[in-house]
C-alpha cells in the first residue's frame, strides 16, 4: 500500500527548486506570450460591466502588478522545503497554466486599457506604460496573475506558515492592482481565484 504523500519527509534541493521553478517560469512566458502576441479577434465589451468601469485607475498600483507577480514566484521557489508538496504545486501550476491558455485563446476578450504616452507626470505612469508594452492586453480571461500568486501563497503556507502568508499579502495586493491598473477585468479576477482554490485541491489530493 502507498504511503500517502504527506507523510514524505524528503527535502527538495534548492538546485532542484530553482532549476523547475525557473523552467516553469520560461514555459509560463512563453505560452503567456505566443498567445498573446497571436492575431486573434478580440472584444473589449464580451465580459466589460458597469463595475470595471466605475473602478479609479491608479497608474501607482502597477508597482504591485508585475514587481508582486515576479516576486511571489521567487518566494515559493526559495520558501518550498517538502518534496512532494514542491512536486505537486509544479503539477498545479502546469494544470493551471493549461487552463488558463484555453481561457486565453477560447474567450476572446481584451481590456480597453487607457494606455499611456510619454510625457509620464510621473514615475509610476512611466513603469505602467513600461508594463502595458510588455503585457499583452488580450489575456485576461481568467486573470493568471491571480491565479497563480494565490494559488502558489495558499501551498506555500501548508509548508512555510509565515512566509506563505507574506506571499498572500502580496498576492492580494497585486490582485486589487489587477484592477486599478485596468489591466484585468472583475471577471477576470474572480476566474482567477477559481482556478487558484482548484489549483489548490488539486495539489494537495490524497492520492
Known sequence: MTAPPQTDTRLASP?????????????????????????????????????????????????????????????????????????????????????????????????????????????SSAFLASVQHIDPPGNVFPSLHVAHTTMLSLLLIKDRPVLGRVALVMATMLAISTLTTKQHFLADVLSGYLLAFLGRAFALRKT
Request: with cysteine.
Open 15 to 123: 538546485a532542484y527548486r530553482w532549476t523547475v521553478g525557473l523552467s516553469l517560469a520560461l514555459l509560463q512566458s512563453a505560452v503567456y506570450f505566443g498567445i498573446g502576441h497571436a492575431h486573434l479577434e478580440r472584444s473589449t465589451e464580451l465580459l466589460r460591466t458597469r463595475l470595471d468601469d466605475a473602478l479609479p485607475f491608479w497608474p501607482w498600483t502597477a508597482w504591485c502588478y508585475l514587481p508582486f507577480y515576479a516576486g511571489t514566484f521567487l518566494i515559493a521557489i526559495a520558501g518550498f522545503r517538502r518534496r512532494w508538496l514542491f512536486d505537486r504545486t509544479v503539477q498545479a501550476v502546469l494544470m493551471v497554466m493549461f487552463i488558463g491558455a484555453l481561457g486565453h485563446l477560447l474567450v476572446h476578450a481584451e481590456y480597453p486599457r487607457t494606455v499611456l504616452h510619454p510625457p509620464y507626470p510621473d514615475l
